[in-house]
Structure formats: structure tokens, C-alpha cells
């Protein structure tokens, strides 16, 4: 069976009996006033709890759930959650950690103050890790690399993650970072910004605005909701 990308089910919909679990929207009743099985009769909002008040970040999760939903309305909620990790991650590991910390935080936070859980709670992390391409290949140059991890946590207790492409950073950025400074602080010392993690982010200076961190972030937003979009499978 083929599914179309609007297929993805909205967990919050009210169907009416025997729904197959793969409608979304609000569909109305026939001429007669009928519904018929399995139809989606309505659909409360989506309950997004994202675990950062960074407004790239809100606004990628807020665009890439948007996608993968489109035809529910979306309760973003921006929240100040925890990483439990350094605030420069320094590895894929500790990154990763960093985006699942802070989506289990902001799904506790959601509770404690709408006395509900959030239908999914969202971590965005970003890190570096160091890139020994040129010691293991031969070719091109060791460096610094930039990257980011996604992870959705839904009400049920189920996981998805997401994970960015990576690129490297200059070595004036990475020597920077290597010396203990966050990356957006390089960032800002080494090209005359201000305040650009909350921005285009490096990978806007560095793409010269090509990728952007919000379209950046997006796509493995989409990826971490793979699983949500495709219950039967995971």
C-alpha cells in the first residue's frame, strides 16, 4: 500500500468506529448526515513542546511538523529545557544526549504547568565533534565539524531522532571552540556578528545564507518524525 505524505496520523483525531488509524483532518458528513467508518470526525490541536526559547528553533520545529501534519493546527510552546550536557557539546554521543535531555525536560515542564502532557516534546541540540578525515583517508584535511541532533518524545513514550548533516568549521572557529568558547561566541568573535546562534548560525555565515539554521534544522526534524508518521512500521 502506498501512502501519500499527508497519511501520517494525528494522534490526537477523533474517528469514527473502526478507524484504520491512517486519516487525518476533519472530514464532514455525507449528504445524508452519515459518517463513515474510520473517517476522522475532528482533530484537537497538536501539543508541541519544544525544549528551547531560541525562535529558530521553535519556528524549525514548528515548519517541519507542519509538514509531516498538515492538515492539524499546531500548539507550538517554547520552553527553557535542560541538556544535562556541556553547553558545547563535544561529540555525537553527548550531542544526541544533549537534544533527548532536553525533549524528556520540556515534556516535564509542559506538565507541570498545563497539568497535560504535550502530544510530542522536541530537543535540538547542536555540536562538534573532530573530523579525522585526512587520518584516516588520506586525502583533504582533519578539522573541527558542526552538526546537530533532533529528538521527538510523544505522549506514549515513543522516540525519534534526527541528525543533521555536518560540515567543518574554519579553523579559526575551531580553534576557538577547541579552546573551551561555545560555537556561536566564535562565530560572532571570528565574523563580526551578534547574537548569530539565535540567527543564521554558522551555517548561514558559512553557506552565505544558501542554508539557513532554521531550513537547516528542518529536514532532520522531518527524519525524527519518521516513526510517528509510520506507526505500522516502528
Not at 22 to 43: P, R, T
Amino acid at each position: 500500500q502506498a501512502f501519500a505524505h499527508s497519511d501520517c496520523p494525528n494522534p490526537r483525531a477523533i474517528v469514527s468506529d473502526s478507524f484504520d488509524g491512517m486519516g487525518l483532518g476533519v472530514l464532514a458528513a455525507d449528504e445524508g448526515g452519515s459518517v463513515a467508518a474510520g473517517q476522522v470526525l475532528s482533530a484537537a490541536p497538536l501539543r508541541i513542546a519544544v525544549g528551547s526559547t531560541n525562535r529558530v528553533k521553535v519556528a524549525a520545529a514548528e515548519t517541519a511538523f507542519a509538514r509531516v501534519f498538515p492538515t492539524s493546527t499546531l500548539e507550538m510552546h517554547g520552553l527553557k529545557a535542560a541538556s544535562g550536557v556541556p553547553d558545547q557539546p563535544r561529540s555525537d554521543s553527548e550531542t544526541k544526549l544533549g537534544a533527548a535531555n532536553r525533549a524528556r525536560h520540556a515534556a516535564e515542564l509542559f506538565l507541570g504547568e498545563h497539568g497535560v502532557a504535550p502530544d510530542f516534546a522536541v530537543g535540538l541540540e547542536g555540536g562538534v565533534a573532530e573530523d579525522d578525515t585526512f587520518s584516516t583517508l588520506g586525502v583533504g584535511t582533519d578539522s573541527l565539524e558542526s552538526f546537530a541532533w533532533m529528538a521527538v518524545l510523544s505522549s506514549t513514550g515513543k522516540w525519534g531522532f534526527g541528525r543533521t548533516g555536518s560540515f567543518q568549521l574554519p579553523a579559526a572557529v575551531a580553534e576557538l571552540v577547541r579552546g573551551g568558547m561555545e560555537l556561536g561566541e566564535a562565530d560572532d568573535r571570528v565574523f563580526n556578528k551578534s547574537g548569530s546562534k539565535t540567527q543564521e548560525g554558522a551555517v548561514g555565515i558559512l553557506t552565505h545564507g544558501l542554508i539557513d539554521r532554521a531550513n537547516y534544522y528542518e529536514h532532520p526534524m522531518v527524519l525524527a518524525l519518521i516513526p510517528f508518521c509510520n506507526p505500522e512500521l516502528f
